[in-house]
T-cell receptor, first 115, second 114 residues
Framework: AQSVTQLGSHVSVSEGALVLLRCNYS??????LFWYVQYPNQGLQLLLK??????LVKGINGFEAEFKKSETSFHLTKPSAHMSDAAEYFC?????????????FGQGTELSVKP | EPEVTQTPSHQVTQMGQEVILRCVPI?????FYWYRQILGQKVEFLVS????????KSEIFDDQFSVERPDGSNFTLKIRSTKLEDSAMYFC????????????FGNGTRLTVT
């Protein structure tokens, strides 16, 4: 069965600092991987996805993530945090048979950005 | 940009009552989904729907749940007899095809069962 673990339910960084949100997955087959962001009182918005092309995936708002099969990881990074990045971030996995429809989510990481 | 819209944003109901959560997916999308998030827990898959039938459902989606696309634009989730543990945020999602196109989520309906 697939699963996703996000290390750290809450991450706090200073404005301008590096953002690193960790995600590890478990899957018996090569997965599709996603990062979603949820701003307060809003739905889940796709940041980026990995579907077996380049292992370094660039998304919206300056975020990127690298698929590392050997480490079963898909960590999300941004070189310089902005106040507007404060939100909850969810990593999700789907198997290729399902082709990204049924997503298994991690528990989420709340990102705070200090001035 | 087209959006998935959900109504109402917040629904309060008494235990044992029926509730219908409504969603309008993006107009050219063909695959529809419901997810839920109990406060403090993970977002969980409930059901997927295509071509007017359920494609897949989770263990959570028992006989008290049903989905329907009554008129070609709305996509509804009905809970027949609500329980306290049904209190959660319910998200509707859609996507145009079965490839690797991502899900587009609505803003959710917060259901509170008292």
């Amino acid at each position: 069965a697939q699963s996703v673990t996000q290390l750290g339910s809450h991450v706090s960084v200073s404005e301008g600092a590096l953002v690193l949100l960790r995600c590890n997955y478990s899957s018996s087959v090569p997965p599709y991987l996603f990062w979603y962001v949820q701003y307060p009182n809003q739905g889940l918005q796709l940041l980026l996805k990995y579907t077996s092309a380049a292992t370094l995936v660039k998304g919206i708002n300056g975020f990127e993530a690298e698929f590392k099969k050997s480490e079963t990881s898909f960590h999300l990074t941004k070189p310089s945090a902005h106040m507007s990045d404060a939100a909850e971030y969810f990593c999700a996995v789907s198997d290729r048979d399902n082709q990204g429809g049924k997503l298994i989510f991690g528990q989420g990481t709340e990102l705070s950005v200090k001035p | 940009e087209p959006e998935v819209t959900q109504t109402p944003s917040h629904q309060v109901t008494q235990m044992g009552q029926e509730v219908i959560l409504r969603c309008v997916p993006i107009s050219n999308h063909l695959y529809f989904y419901w997810y839920r998030q109990i406060l403090g827990q993970k977002v969980e898959f409930l059901v997927s729907f295509y071509n007017n039938e359920i494609s897949e459902k989770s263990e959570i989606f028992d006989d008290q749940f049903s989905v329907e696309r009554p008129d070609g634009s709305n996509f509804t989730l009905k809970i027949r007899s609500t329980k306290l543990e049904d209190s959660a945020m319910y998200f509707c999602a859609s996507r145009p095809d079965r490839g690797n196109s991502p899900l587009h989520f609505g803003n959710g309906t917060r259901l509170t069962v008292t």
